[in-house]
């Protein structure tokens, strides 16, 4: 085939290649999404201290250390 059109080996599967996994993409097109958004659109993003400080509070409350206190929210 390579030699019959003029081309390269590589050009040919280069070509060959490309057909397939533009076809491949078409038929495993993902259907769309739906963003699912929680609280408030404009209220703050919460900080990465924020963050630890909730997971240290959950990992308190799962371990139940008797002595141990919850930090207030921040």
Aim: net charge positive.
């Amino acid at each position: 085939m390579a030699l019959s059109e003029g081309k390269t080996l590589g050009a040919v599967l280069s070509e060959a290649l490309g057909a397939y996994l533009g076809k491949r993409k078409q038929v495993a097109k993902d259907p769309p999404f739906e963003l699912l958004v929680r609280g408030n659109p404009r209220g703050r993003f919460p900080s990465p201290a924020d963050m630890s400080a909730v997971e240290e509070d959950e990992e308190l409350a799962a371990l139940r250390i008797p002595g141990t206190k919850r930090r207030a929210a921040p």
